[in-house]
Nanobody, 127 residues
Framework: EVQVVESGGGLVQAGGSLRLSCAAS????????IGWFRQAPGKEREGVSC????????YYSDSVKGRFTISRDNAKNTMHLQMNSLRPEDTAVYYC????????????????????WGKGTLVTVSS
């Protein structure tokens, strides 16, 4: 069974930092393009960042570029999202996922892909 579990969310003041983690089981992160998404209340899910397994290229949405850093630990089969300079508009439930379309134009799950989504972790940034 493929499974991912996110952790590390919480309440932080604007300007603060959080580090999200994602652990995978049933598959290897380094076999797929992987990444992070978020969904704020009343909004559509947004691709935040991704890493390609083919060449380790990394992409960020414009809204987080320069503030967030994605990384992958192949030995531990985990993925992280370091979030700095957080803003109230970063408040959302954050999800990790694998088997993505990952480029500077799109961060999205593959159709008929692995389908490994966690329950998410809530990040709340207070002003």
């Amino acid at each position: 069974e493929v499974q991912v579990v996110e952790s590390g969310g919480g309440l932080v003041q604007a300007g603060g930092s959080l580090r999200l983690s994602c652990a995978a089981s049933g598959f290897r992160f380094d076999d797929y393009a992987i990444g992070w998404f978020r969904q704020a209340p009343g909004k559509e899910r947004e691709g935040v960042s991704c890493i390609n397994n083919s060449d380790d290229s990394i992409y960020y949405s414009d809204s987080v570029k320069g503030r967030f850093t994605i990384s992958r630990d192949n030995a531990k089969n985990t993925m992280h999202l370091q979030m700095n300079s957080l803003r109230p508009e970063d408040t959302a439930v954050y999800y990790c996922a694998a088997d993505l379309l990952c480029s500077n134009r799109i961060i999205a799950p593959m159709l008929n892909g692995l389908g490994a989504w966690g329950k998410g972790t809530l990040v709340t940034v207070s002003s």
